[in-house]
């Protein structure tokens, strides 16, 4: 909802702006070798970090209210796209092939969705636009990191920027 009330308070007449969410609300999907090579991961497993049941519910209410007391509130600005995101990313594609990103914020915390996302939203992100990562370079969640190095193959053509005010989310701005 944050990032939704940022676009709405920022951008009040970006008709075209929208926040979309993915999210199996049943934990993770899969757990990938790579995921295996964090610190602790004898605590991933699938299902892990399950949603408890009326979440996905209490975010629509969320939805709703915000939609109620916002601007040109006839035009949704919020979507959440539930299930498996290596499956629900490429579907939306197709269902959306217009879809331009100014935002990119990964924290799926795990390998294979993180790798999905990058493949098939990267090339969209437009010039000025963020891609930012909640848990790059994070020994406890280095799918997120490896599937990083894998898409990008370096990081030497980029630059990572980090907030003072916490130290696991890193973004770099598309040039």
């Not at 636009?129 to 190095?149: P, Q």
Request: proline content about 2%.
């Amino acid at each position: 909802m944050a990032w939704a009330k940022l676009c709405a308070g920022l951008d009040i007449l970006g008709l075209d702006r929208k926040v979309i969410g993915f999210d199996t609300f049943e934990g993770f999907p899969s757990i990938a070798q790579e995921d295996l090579k964090s610190v602790n991961h004898e605590n991933l497993e699938v299902g892990k970090f399950s949603s408890f049941n009326e979440i996905q519910s209490e975010l629509n209410d969320c939805i709703k209210e915000f939609d109620e007391n916002r601007f040109l509130n006839h035009i949704g600005k919020i979507e959440l796209v539930k299930g498996d995101a290596t499956k629900t990313i490429p579907q939306y594609l197709e269902d959306n092939e217009h879809l331009l990103i100014s935002l990119l914020f990964l924290d799926f915390d795990i390998y294979e969705p993180t790798k999905t996302a990058l493949e098939y939203f990267a090339n969209r992100v437009v010039k000025g636009g963020i891609i930012a990562f909640d848990e790059i370079n994070n020994e406890f969640w280095k799918g997120e990191s490896i599937a990083s190095f894998e898409f990008f193959k370096s990081f030497n053509n980029v630059r990572i920027k980090k907030f003072n005010f916490d130290p696991n989310i890193a973004y770099m701005v598309v040039e």
